[in-house]
């Protein structure tokens, strides 16, 4: 059975993406489960190759569907992003911000013409993308966009190992203020973050999940002593998932629902509920799902890291993992 393609988007030039995208697709495990394809500008993975003293035959081409993984060369997607000394390491620039979403962008591409099974993304630094003008609120949404699906219908999903088990958390809202966030979580909304969490774990070879779903106020409300939402919308939202067939329970307190054992993942009202989770169990090894999007696309769940950037210290760890993961699922 032919191993599945996966394109690796180098991120932000200007960070650690490029030195980890290359470390991944040169690691034996990620050439053994999978054939890793980057995407991005040469040039920029060049510089980081010669500072972070990595060294590897860079085979450029055209397209995806162009790729030979058989005299073990890396394979590059070249997009043309920079001329000579218009990068800047550890720096933030509208250019690199461009550059990021430019590598993405041409992986989804990719992607939705089967030229690749799945994507996995380097960090982005969104400041940068800030000062490019570009409107980004998360991979989620961009997935979303660049697929042709809503972007209220695209979710993240963090994967962790947590002492030997895999941890997943959707979130039913993400990169909103606290006061909109409370606004998006409606019956509709958190009905389809449970099915698209269901669907995505069905992908990802589980074949029976259970999921837990957390309520939005403390305690879960209290029987509405502390809020009506898990009365009006939440727990109405996931009795519509249980007449679905979707092995769906809850709303559960969001500080202690994470103790709770035998659920295949976890679905939480806010960014905070899932992310404190996530960051304090696996700082620098989680790595973030799209789901909802018929694109199977992940991205590392830490930052660019621009203050090591071309310094050899960027740990590839979150990205093998999220290959590792694809490389896993099903279509």
């Known amino acids: 059975m032919a191993l599945p393609r996966i394109a690796i988007?180098?991120?932000?030039?200007?960070?650690?993406?490029?030195?980890?995208?290359?470390?991944?697709?040169?690691?034996?495990?990620?050439?053994r489960i999978c054939r890793p394809l980057l995407v991005g500008d040469r040039g920029a993975l060049e510089e980081h190759a010669r500072a972070c003293g990595l060294k590897a035959h860079i085979q450029s081409v055209p397209r995806a569907a162009g790729s030979s993984w058989e005299d073990g060369a890396v394979n590059l997607?070249?997009?043309?992003?920079?001329a000579p000394g218009e990068l800047h390491l550890g720096a933030i620039a509208a250019p690199h911000?461009?550059?990021?979403?430019?590598?993405?962008?041409?992986?989804?591409?990719?992607?939705?013409s089967g030229e690749v099974d799945a994507v996995v993304a380097a960090p982005q630094t969104e400041s940068a993308i800030k000062l490019a003008g570009i409107e980004f609120d998360g991979y989620p949404g961009f997935v979303a966009r660049c697929s042709g699906v809503p972007p209220e219908d695209a979710f993240l999903m963090i994967c962790f190992d947590s002492r030997g088990t895999e941890i997943r958390i959707s979130h039913t809202t993400l990169h909103a203020s606290l006061r909109?966030?409370?606004q998006l979580v409606t019956?509709?909304?958190?009905?389809?973050?449970?099915?698209?969490?269901?669907?995505?774990?069905?992908?990802?070879?589980?074949?029976?999940?259970?999921?837990?779903?957390?309520?939005l106020n403390p305690h879960a409300g209290e029987a509405g002593l502390?809020?009506?939402?898990?009365?009006?919308?939440?727990?109405?939202?996931i009795s519509d998932a249980q007449k679905g067939g979707v092995a769906?329970?809850?709303?559960?307190?969001?500080d202690t629902m994470f103790l709770r054992e035998g659920y295949d993942a976890?679905?939480?009202?806010?960014?905070?509920?899932?992310?404190?989770?996530?960051?304090?169990?696996?700082?620098?090894?989680?790595?973030?799902?799209?789901?909802?999007?018929?694109?199977?696309?992940?991205?590392?769940?830490?930052?660019?890291?621009?203050?090591?950037?071309?310094?050899?210290?960027?740990?590839?760890?979150?990205?093998?993992?999220?290959?590792?993961?694809l490389a896993c699922a099903k279509d």
């Open 97 to 112: 911000g461009e550059a990021a979403l430019d590598s993405a962008k041409a992986a989804i591409d990719a992607a939705l």
């Open 187 to 215: 019956r509709s909304r958190v009905l389809t973050a449970i099915r698209s969490t269901d669907s995505a774990l069905r992908r990802l070879g589980v074949a029976s999940p259970r999921i837990a779903v957390s309520g």
């Open 248 to 254: 769906a329970e809850g709303p559960f307190g969001a």
């Open 9 to 31: 988007a180098i991120g932000d030039p200007a960070g650690i993406g490029p030195e980890i995208s290359l470390k991944a697709a040169l690691d034996p495990e990620v050439r």
């Open 77 to 82: 997607v070249e997009r043309r992003q920079f």
């Open 266 to 325: 976890f679905v939480v009202m806010v960014h905070d509920q899932g992310h404190i989770m996530a960051k304090t169990h696996a700082v620098a090894g989680a790595a973030a799902l799209t789901i909802g999007t018929p694109v199977l696309f992940s991205s590392v769940a830490h930052g660019s890291a621009l203050d090591i950037a071309g310094k050899g210290r960027g740990d590839p760890g979150a990205m093998i993992a999220a290959i590792r993961r």
């Open 180 to 182: 909109r966030a409370i």
């Open 226 to 237: 502390f809020g009506q939402e898990e009365i009006d919308i939440i727990g109405p939202a």
